[in-house]
C-alpha cells in the first residue's frame, strides 16, 4: 500500500520556521518528482515547490522562493520542506505528492499520489 505520511505542522509565529516531512512507502520513490502543495480554507489548492527525481532541479512558487527549501533523502524514503521567514499567509494545510513521471510539475493533477496533509498555522 503505497503511503505518503506527513508530519512537523504546527503552531508558530510570524517570522518563526518549520520544517515538514514527507515519509513515503509501499514502492520506490527515488524515481519519482516529489512535490509539496498546501490549502488554505476556501481556497485552491496551490503549489508550494517541487524536487526532481535526481534531487537536482527544484522549483518553487513565488511566494515562498527564497524562504522555504525543499530536499529529499532518497536513503530515508523522505523528502523535507524547510520554511523560514514564515508569514500568517503561509497558514494553511500542507499536502506531499509525488508524480511518477519524475518531472518537475506544479500541477496537482500531474501527482500520482498524495498524503493527508499537515496543518500549518503562523500567528502574527
Known amino acids: 500500500q503505497v503511503q505518503l505520511v506527513e508530519s512537523g505542522g504546527g503552531l508558530v509565529q510570524a517570522g518563526g520556521s518549520l520544517r515538514l516531512s514527507c515519509a513515503a512507502s509501499?514502492?520506490?520513490?527515488?524515481?519519482?518528482?516529489m512535490g509539496w502543495f498546501r490549502q488554505a480554507p476556501g481556497e485552491e489548492r496551490e503549489f508550494v515547490a517541487v524536487i526532481s527525481w535526481s534531487g537536482g532541479p527544484t522549483s518553487y512558487s513565488d511566494s515562498v522562493k527564497g524562504r522555504f527549501t525543499i530536499s529529499r533523502d532518497d536513503a530515508k524514503n523522505t523528502v523535507y520542506l524547510q520554511m523560514n521567514s514564515l508569514k500568517p499567509e503561509d497558514s494553511a494545510v500542507y499536502y506531499c505528492?509525488?508524480?511518477?513521471?519524475?518531472?518537475?510539475?506544479?500541477?496537482?493533477?500531474?501527482?500520482?499520489?498524495w498524503g493527508q496533509g499537515t496543518q500549518v498555522t503562523v500567528s502574527s
Open positions: 505528492a509525488a508524480a511518477k513521471s519524475g518531472r518537475i510539475w506544479v500541477r496537482p493533477s500531474q501527482y500520482d499520489y
Open positions: 509501499g514502492r520506490t520513490f527515488s524515481t519519482d518528482a
